[in-house]
């Protein structure tokens, strides 16, 4: 009976073991799986990322793990442009800063993305300009001003249709310069986004990021907030022929409105937030630029707070990048709280502070980490804060890694 028990055990073992042969792996991927993109990933969880490159030579060096990947093809994007398709990019671009997007897409048509940031920097002999934080938006005609490093050696702007300086729209020649900035004209061209090219005087390209040109009325800000009542101004591009603006179910015809902006008093409304859209003369709809893109109605509301600065402006530790001066202080009450409006961007650190033209006193005392800071951010104006006001002439908000947009007090 031992004998028999033993030989019924082995031959057990022997069946256990013959159902897995390692030379015959068995795969579970199947085309009609949905794709999911397993690297790169973002610590954070949210998919989002930032290849930070130091300089026009550095590749774009990374590779992408995907599922089910014998069924899943590959596509990388930058500002919307294929520039390659596989698992493994190595590939140069000119400095400045692209939108990245890549795209798994299986044999069946399924697909998904993951987003991110490319920003390549320049080398610090090259020209180059880098856009603000909110885009460089123009029309036909205008005269722009783009800042940035050696711009004395620009020779001409080449205006392309696509990022890498082979399909060349138009090219013009500076109206004026400096080594900080330049001013061109902006060509007759159609609709759409331009990468900006600088050439030198032996012909080689630099990056200078992205020129949205628009034909048509279209608004860029000042629509998001208003006091009921009171006049509103929304400023653009193209809207000298804007005939009426509707908020909520209030149709206003009584407008002023010029090639940038549009003038009208806002109805008298409660407090809450209402649809915004408007007409020109010929029935047309005015275009809005969110960041969701180019939309016909936006959502305004009611605001609560009065705004004494308003603009885009990258602070630095200079007093006099985004002043308030103390006659616009004056309207401020002691004991408001001042908010200030920002938006973080790519730097080593971000801080903020808010002082005087003469550094003598803080307002707001330097607050670091910014990025995980309430924004607005608040404070309150208090007896000493005025008394720094009236002595130095203005209230400064600088730091660093911050695009500021607006202060408001209530």
Request: proline residues 5%.
């Amino acid at each position: 009976m031992k004998t028999k028990f033993l030989y019924i055990a082995a031959l057990a073992t022997m069946f256990v073991f013959s159902g897995c042969n390692p030379q015959e792996p068995f795969d579970t991927q199947s085309p009609d799986d949905a794709p999911l993109i397993l690297r790169p990933y973002n610590e954070s969880g949210t998919g989002s990322f930032t290849y930070l490159l130091a300089n026009p030579d550095t590749p774009l060096y990374d590779s992408v793990t995907v599922t089910p990947s014998a069924y899943t093809k590959i596509n990388w994007y930058l500002d919307g442009e294929l520039v390659y398709t596989g698992e493994k990019i190595n590939m140069c671009f000119y400095a400045g800063t692209y939108a990245l997007t890549i795209e798994a897409v299986t044999d069946a048509g399924k697909r998904t993305t993951r987003t991110g940031t490319v920003v390549v920097n320049p080398y610090d002999n090259d020209p180059y300009s880098a856009a603000p934080a909110i885009g460089r938006h123009a029309a036909p005609a205008m005269v722009v001003t783009i800042d940035g490093q050696n711009m004395n050696m620009v020779k001409s702007v080449a205006l392309c249709n696509d990022l890498f300086g082979i399909d060349i729209a138009m090219e013009v020649n500076p109206d004026s310069q400096t080594a900080d900035a330049l001013t061109f004209t902006v060509p007759a061209l159609p609709n759409g986004a331009y990468h900006i090219r600088l050439r030198d005087a032996d012909g080689k390209l630099y990056g200078a990021d992205v020129l949205n040109i628009y034909n048509e009325a279209t608004v860029l800000d000042g629509y998001a907030e208003f006091i009921p009542g009171e006049e509103w101004t929304i400023t653009g591009l193209n809207l000298q022929n804007v005939a009426s603006v509707k908020l909520g179910e209030n149709v206003v015809t009584s407008v002023t409105a010029t090639a940038s902006s549009v003038t009208f008093t806002a109805p008298a409304v409660d407090e809450g937030k209402y649809t915004l859209s408007m007409l020109n003369q010929d029935g047309t709809q005015v275009k809005f630029v969110t960041e969701a893109g180019l939309v016909y109605e936006v959502i305004a509301q009611v605001s609560t707070e009065t705004i004494i600065w308003s603009g885009s402006v990258d602070i630095a530790w200079d007093a006099d990048l985004v002043k308030v001066e103390s006659s616009v202080m004056a309207a401020v009450p002691i004991g408001a709280i001042i908010f200030v409006y920002y938006s973080v961007i790519d730097a080593e650190y971000h801080a903020l502070r808010v002082t005087t033209p003469w550094w003598n006193g803080d307002l707001l005392p330097q607050v670091d980490g910014m990025e995980s800071q309430a924004n607005p951010y608040p404070f309150e104006y208090t007896d000493a804060c005025k008394a720094l006001v009236d002595e130095t002439g203005a209230m400064s908000v600088v730091g660093f890694g911050l695009n500021v947009t607006k202060i408001t007090y209530k």
